[in-house]
């Protein structure tokens, strides 16, 4: 690994201090490249790009590393990345022009102007508003394998199945953060507009705020004239990844470069004006960034909770907390091989957004904090030392203690075989491949290595998965932790 750091960090030395790119003399800046390239050779980095604003313009923008290793690209300022969940913010402010025009009222039941969407009672289905949604309170927690697809489910296909989902918790009783509910988001804007949520989205937010390198669709990545690539390390060998194919999603399919999303936060420090036009509403954009459902204040990074943070709640689309004293708006996304962090401070007037090319989106709030803290010329913390400090490390395992056997099947493999339905999860084909188990899932692989009795460990949510029987002994379905917060998701197996 000691090599592999050094190569890394020597190749993104080269490119910054070989490419000239948007600088700035700014004395609160001062070793902001030394820091950025700190970190990415800490995590194993191969790119990244930043960008600072200050009330309404760009006071820093810079690319590190590469977006292509192999053919040796560089990142700038107009790489696009994937931004995940940093497209929820974009989906609010979607939903604020539908409140504006006067085609939705947020605080109506959703179910009046988008009938398909049935919930798992009726509560739910007869009180959850869109304001519900956008500050993840209806008590459905995230089901995030239910999306979990080698080929994209239609959104009809989604929305259908959400009535088939066990909430966690009580409706508005606690913050439960849920991707689905920003899914079907998009959704609604197509109900109400006749347009898709990626038309709707570049013409009201996109065009109007110049961010010409954005696009909706992660599939649309490599459409871009500067794209990055995205990049995992496993074993020691740095692994470029496949890229992605799935469609539209209002929770997390958005593109973007620094350069855009400097557009964005000068909008949103502006209370939606860029360049002397009103793009966004202003009550939308304060009402947004301002606390709706409270969120326990947890310690970030697992770190004691900061003795001035008051509080940590979530607006529409936005995380809202104390960060040192200071009020702040932020966001982060993870998608495989992508992260990012979206954050300003409005009584401040200053935001920051930074897009990293792997998984992880500890990386990028690392980077983001330490530019906040020079630009609100807070006292120094090391916050990536601090950080590593507290990240696993990998330790030998002894070969004294073995695992223990497990007991044989209960049953000849043929009788595990078959198709296994859950009405919201989908379908899963279960095989016997040269004698052992194995499954396809939306299109996905999942291979099986057996534990003991009937239980497997898989790659899925919860790690494991478990077939039972019924009293005649009968396998009869297929179960598993795939969403850690409600009961196990039990899949029945259909006969012949």
């Not at 490419?19 to 970190?39: C, F, Y």
């Not at 960008?51 to 790489?79: Q, S």
Request: glycine share 8%.
């Amino acid at each position: 690994m000691d090599k592999f750091i050094l190569l890394l960090g020597s190749l993104l030395m080269l490119v910054t201090q070989t490419r000239a790119q948007t600088a700035t003399d700014d004395p609160r800046l001062a070793g902001i490249d030394t820091m950025v390239n700190r970190v990415l050779r800490d995590w194993h980095v191969v790119g990244c790009a930043v960008a600072v604003v200050e009330k309404n313009k760009v006071i820093y923008a810079k690319g590190f590393g590469y977006r292509d290793l192999d053919n040796r690209l560089p990142v700038t300022p107009n790489t696009v990345f994937s931004i995940a969940s940093c497209t929820k913010a974009f989906t609010a402010q979607l939903i604020g022009t539908l409140v504006t025009n006067g085609k939705l009222n947020i605080n109506q039941p959703v179910h009046h102007y988008y009938p398909e969407l049935v919930f798992n009672n009726d509560l739910l289905t007869n009180y959850v508003t869109v304001k519900d949604m956008l500050t993840h309170r209806t008590g459905l927690p995230r089901h995030d394998w239910l999306t979990a697809s080698k080929v994209p489910l239609s959104l009809d296909s989604i929305v259908y199945r959400i009535r088939f989902l066990e909430p966690s918790a009580g409706f508005r009783e606690q913050l439960k953060y849920c991707n689905l509910m920003y899914t079907v988001l998009g959704g609604l804007v197509q109900k109400l507009t006749g347009e898709t949520w990626e038309a709707y989205m570049k013409e009201k937010i996109l065009t109007p705020l110049e961010m010409n390198n954005t696009n909706c669709l992660i599939s649309d990545l490599t459409k871009a004239s500067e794209y990055s690539w995205g990049y995992t390390v496993r074993n020691d060998t740095l692994i470029k990844g496949t890229l992605g194919s799935d469609g539209a999603n209002a929770a997390g399919s958005m593109n973007a470069s620094v350069n855009d999303m400097a557009n964005w936060l000068i909008a949103l420090l502006n209370e939606g004006t860029y360049k002397g036009k009103q793009v966004l509403s202003p009550r939308f954009v304060r009402e947004a960034t301002s606390p709706q459902m409270s969120a326990p204040s947890r310690p970030r990074f697992g770190l004691p909770a900061y003795p001035d943070a008051y509080f940590g709640d979530y607006g529409y689309g936005w995380n809202i907390a104390s960060y040192r004293g200071h009020y702040q708006v932020t966001h982060g996304g993870d998608l495989p091989l992508f992260s990012s962090t979206t954050c300003f401070f409005p009584t401040d007037s200053v935001g920051i957004v930074v897009l990293v090319n792997k998984f992880d989106a500890t990386i990028s709030e690392i980077i983001s904090d330490c530019i906040a803290d020079k630009m609100l010329s807070l006292p120094y913390k090391d916050w990536n030392s601090l950080i590593l400090a507290r990240q696993p490390q990998n330790r030998a395992v002894s070969t004294s203690k073995r695992r223990p056997v497990g007991k044989p099947l209960t049953h000849p493999l043929l009788d595990y075989t078959g198709y296994y339905i859950h009405p919201a999860y989908g379908t899963i084909q279960v095989f016997n491949q040269n004698n052992t188990l194995q499954a396809i899932h939306n299109g996905r692989a999942i291979f099986f290595e057996h534990l003991n009795f009937d239980i497997f460990r898989a790659a899925v949510p919860g790690g494991r998965l478990q077939f039972s029987m019924n009293t005649e002994g009968k396998i009869i379905s297929l179960s598993g932790a795939l969403e850690p917060e409600v009961k196990d998701i039990i899949f029945l197996k259909k006969e012949k």
